[in-house]
């Protein structure tokens, strides 16, 4: 039975913090539409367990614009790849005419004006395109997510490796779906949110040394933390055949990342999401087949 009459856009939802979100607000008795890339065993999913499916683009305004139609309040998110700014235009034009009154937009720690990275700075200008909308606006910009640590991590043997370039940063890496219970709390009450822009950190700050001995705890075997330069990670990205988009933007944020732009922790998720995050090693419990292989973004050392 549903809470109430309203309905929520989700889009990539089936991402990382989509996926819960959706899953969230359904068990809350709500309404969910979710806007997927494509139909596939994770979007069937999500239909079983309740879910409006909706399968289009972000950079189609008609795809768009259609999956607006009825919709109360959404959550906007878009990937680490190009396009954001059209993406955050259509969406902006579509909820206007659709009259929504609310939404949630995922931005990202590193988000300012003089963002090195390309992608950081779009989405700062998507903020201040979406705050210039008559809609009430949150801004989520979470440091680090824990999922990064399965992402890049190594798995020789019986022992593991993060090759990263972020020397002796630091940061409180932040489980997505512990955010998922702030994004379904704005979406249920936006007023108190509205213009404002929400740092996400979980419990725990700590350099890359004591992540890896965190995930050693968890896993019950010798982790390593091997800092490499940023040219060597993005050639290893490279050869990878990760985009030039991400690749740029992750090489700039490891020196914002070495300069403590993504350090601190905060109580924000209690507090808004009346919720408690999991700590690195709740996480990698939780997720332990995700360590069984090497991450899809691991740099391997260079042969010499």
């Not at 989509?18 to 239909?47: I, K, N, Y």
């Not at 997505?176 to 979406?187: F, H, P, S």
């Not at 060597?232 to 490891?254: D, K």
Request: include cysteine; aromatic fraction near 8%.
């Amino acid at each position: 039975m549903t809470s109430n009459h309203r309905l929520f856009l989700i889009t990539s939802a089936t991402g990382s913090t989509g996926q819960p979100t959706v899953r969230l607000m359904l068990r809350r008795g709500h309404r969910v539409r979710a806007f997927v890339h494509r139909e596939d065993d994770r979007s069937r999913q999500l239909a079983a367990e309740g879910a409006e499916i909706v399968v289009g683009d972000l950079l189609d305004f008609h795809d768009v614009s259609s999956a607006m139609r009825g919709v109360s309040g959404a959550y906007f998110c878009y990937p680490i790849a190009d396009g954001l700014l059209d993406a955050t235009v259509a969406f902006a034009q579509a909820a206007t005419e659709a009259g929504i009154r609310s939404v949630v937009n995922m931005s990202q720690i590193s988000a300012r004006r003089e963002a090195g990275s390309n992608a950081a700075r779009q989405h700062w200008l998507a903020e201040r395109l979406l705050d210039r909308t008559a809609m009430l606006t949150a801004h989520l910009r979470p440091t680090f997510f824990a999922e990064w640590i399965s992402w890049s991590w190594g798995r020789q043997g019986d022992e593991g490796v993060l090759r990263l370039p972020f020397g002796n940063g630091r940061h409180a890496p932040v489980a997505a779906v512990d955010q998922a219970y702030v994004i379904a709390a704005i979406l249920e009450n936006p007023e108190p949110h509205d213009r404002q822009a929400y740092p996400l950190h979980g419990p725990v700050e700590m350099d890359h040394y004591g992540i890896a001995a965190a995930v050693s705890r968890a896993l019950g075997i010798p982790v390593r933390y091997e800092p490499i330069s940023i040219d060597e990670f993005a050639g290893g990205l490279a050869s990878l055949g990760v985009s030039s988009h991400l690749i740029q933007h992750l090489s700039n944020v490891a020196v914002d990342y070495q300069n403590g732009v993504f350090a601190g922790t905060n109580n924000l998720i209690e507090v808004i999401g009346n919720h408690s995050p999991m700590t690195v090693e709740e996480f990698v419990i939780d997720r332990k087949h995700a360590f069984d292989r090497n991450g899809r973004r691991f740099v391997p050392p260079t042969l010499g």
